[in-house]
C-alpha cells in the first residue's frame, strides 16, 4: 500500500467553520477584491508595503524542481498535515516520514521541521495550537474561496465552482465536503494523473495569492505549519507576475465585502455562462 492509499481518508474536521466567529481582523480591511480596479503593476511587488496586519513581504518562495509524482507526495503529505490532528496524526505523520527520502532535500527539510515540532508538543498541544490558528484567524483560513469573495453573496457560486473544477479532474467530493478547502483541493492534485496533473497544478495556481497570504500570516504568528505551506510552494510553478500583483493588491484591500456592480467573477470558473 503506497503513501496515497495510506493518506487518502479525508477527514470530518474539513467541516469546521470557514470563518471564526471570534474578533479576529481579516487579511486587511475589507474593499476591492484582488485584482480589480488596481492601479499598480507587478512593480509594486518588490515595494515595501504596509498593511495594519504589519509589514508585506515582498518576496516569495524560490520553486524547487520535481517531478509530477514528488509533487504528487508532496501535496497529498500537506493534505493530511494541514488537517485536524485527529487521534491518528502521529500515525499519518509516520507515513509522510517514510517518504520524505523520496523529495528533494530542501523539501524533505520542510516537513522533518514539522514533524520533530509536532511530536515535541503532542497531541493536547497539536490540536490546541490548531484551533488558536487557524479557527480564531481569518487570515489563517484554509478555505480559499474566502481570499477570493470574502464573507460575500458569491461565495456560494465561488464554491459551486470548485466543485466543478475537481469534478472536471475525475475527482469525486461528497455532500457533506466543503470543496474549497485546502486540503480537499490538494487530496484532488495528489490523486491526478498524467495530463489531469497538469490541469490540477493550473488550478491551485489559480488560487496562489491566496496560498502566499496563508503563508506570510502564517510566518507572522510563528506557526510551524508555515513549513507545509513553504514545502507546498516549492512544488509549485513560480509566482508571475500577474499573481504577485494579486497577492500584493489583496494583502493591501483584503477580501471583498461584497461585490454588487461588479460583473467579473474573481475566481477561476468551468462555465462561463455562471457569469
Same mark, same amino acid.
Given at each position: 500500500?503506497?503513501?496515497?492509499d495510506?493518506?487518502? @481518508? =479525508?477527514?470530518q ?5 470557514s470563518?471564526?466567529?471570534? +474578533? *479576529?481582523?481579516?487579511?486587511? $480591511?475589507?474593499?476591492t477584491?484582488a485584482?480589480?480596479g488596481s ?18 513581504p ?8 520535481v517531478?509530477?509524482d514528488?509533487?504528487?507526495i ?7 498535515l494541514?488537517?485536524y490532528?485527529?487521534e ?7 507515513v ?11 523539501i524533505?527539510?520542510?516537513f ?13 498541544g497539536?490540536?490546541?495550537?490548531y484551533?488558536?490558528?487557524?479557527? @480564531? =484567524? ?11 469573495v +470574502? *464573507?460575500t453573496?458569491?461565495? $456560494?457560486?465561488?464554491?459551486?465552482s ?17 470543496p474549497?478547502?485546502?486540503c ?7 490523486m491526478?494523473?498524467?495530463e ?6 493550473e488550478l491551485?495556481?489559480?488560487?496562489r495569492?491566496g ?16 513549513s ?6 516549492k512544488?509549485l510553478?513560480?509566482?508571475d507576475s ?7 493588491d ?11 456592480g461588479?460583473?467579473d467573477?474573481?475566481?477561476p470558473?468551468?462555465?462561463p455562462?455562471?457569469?
Amino acid at each position: 500500500m503506497n503513501i496515497f492509499d495510506k493518506l487518502r @481518508q =479525508r477527514q470530518q474536521s474539513l467541516q469546521r467553520p470557514s470563518v471564526p466567529q471570534d +474578533g *479576529d481582523a481579516p487579511v486587511a $480591511g475589507f474593499g476591492t477584491p484582488a485584482g480589480i480596479g488596481s492601479t499598480g503593476g507587478a512593480k509594486d511587488v518588490k515595494k515595501t508595503l504596509r498593511a495594519h496586519t504589519g509589514q508585506v513581504p515582498n518576496d516569495f518562495v524560490t520553486p524547487v524542481e520535481v517531478t509530477a509524482d514528488q509533487r504528487r507526495i508532496v501535496a497529498m503529505a500537506v493534505s493530511v498535515l494541514l488537517n485536524y490532528p485527529s487521534e491518528d496524526i502521529f500515525d499519518r505523520l509516520s507515513v509522510v516520514e517514510d517518504q520524505v527520502d523520496d523529495l528533494p532535500l530542501a523539501i524533505a527539510t520542510d516537513f522533518i521541521n514539522f514533524a520533530e515540532w509536532a511530536r515535541s508538543i503532542g497531541p493536547r498541544g497539536l490540536e490546541e495550537h490548531y484551533v488558536e490558528t487557524f479557527d @480564531q =484567524r481569518r487570515r489563517c483560513t484554509l478555505y480559499l474561496s474566502y481570499f477570493a469573495v +470574502g *464573507d460575500t453573496r458569491q461565495r $456560494g457560486m465561488a464554491i459551486l465552482s470548485f466543485r466543478q473544477q475537481l469534478e472536471s479532474l475525475g475527482f469525486e467530493i461528497s455532500d457533506e465536503e466543503l470543496p474549497d478547502h485546502l486540503c480537499v483541493v490538494l487530496e484532488a492534485l495528489a490523486m491526478s494523473q498524467g495530463e489531469t496533473h497538469e490541469r490540477a497544478v493550473e488550478l491551485v495556481a489559480s488560487y496562489r495569492e491566496g496560498i502566499e497570504v496563508l503563508r506570510a500570516a502564517l510566518a507572522r504568528e510563528r506557526s510551524p505549519y508555515v513549513s507545509l505551506i513553504v514545502a507546498l510552494c516549492k512544488a509549485l510553478p513560480e509566482v508571475d507576475s500577474d499573481t504577485a500583483q494579486k497577492y500584493v493588491d489583496l494583502i493591501r484591500t483584503g477580501p471583498p465585502a461584497e461585490m454588487v456592480g461588479i460583473a467579473d467573477l474573481p475566481f477561476p470558473t468551468t462555465q462561463p455562462d455562471l457569469v
